[in-house]
């Protein structure tokens, strides 16, 4: 079992920054792929990032590559996301989520847990 709690969301302006974190308890977090995914009012929930169990590879979104960084540490069982130069299109519930394996997911069905959200709006 895992259990996932973000926190970093807020009010931003647009070209502004924010750093999503999410938690993670349990000892075999290493073990996880982790996700970030976004869900804006009407719309389906929308892959962000991955990041490999061991943080060695990552994959984007187009739409947030070279303005997103994800990252994470197995030390501390914490995945960051890191957003930049952020845009109203990007304003979102943002969930953190956690697949077993190695690899890096794009689909939500890899995910086995979810956190609760948390909002992220970027003002014009």
């Known amino acids: 079992q895992v259990q996932l709690v973000e926190s970093g969301g807020g009010l931003v302006q647009a070209g502004g920054s924010l750093r999503l974190s999410c938690a993670a308890s349990?000892?075999?977090?290493?073990?996880?792929?982790m996700g970030w995914f976004r869900q804006a009012p009407g719309k389906e929930r929308e892959f962000v990032a991955a990041?490999?169990?061991?943080?060695?590879?990552?994959y984007y979104a187009d739409s947030v590559k070279g303005r997103f960084t994800i990252s994470r540490d197995n030390a501390k069982n914490t995945v960051l996301l890191q957003m930049n130069s952020l845009k109203p299109e990007d304003t979102a519930v943002f969930y953190c989520?956690?697949?077993w394996g190695r690899g890096y997911y794009t689909s939500p069905t890899s995910y086995n847990y979810w956190g609760q959200g948390t909002q992220v709006t970027v003002s014009s």
């Open positions: 349990g000892r075999t977090f290493s073990s996880y792929a």
């Open positions: 990041i490999s169990s061991s943080g060695g590879s990552t």
């Open positions: 989520a956690a697949a």
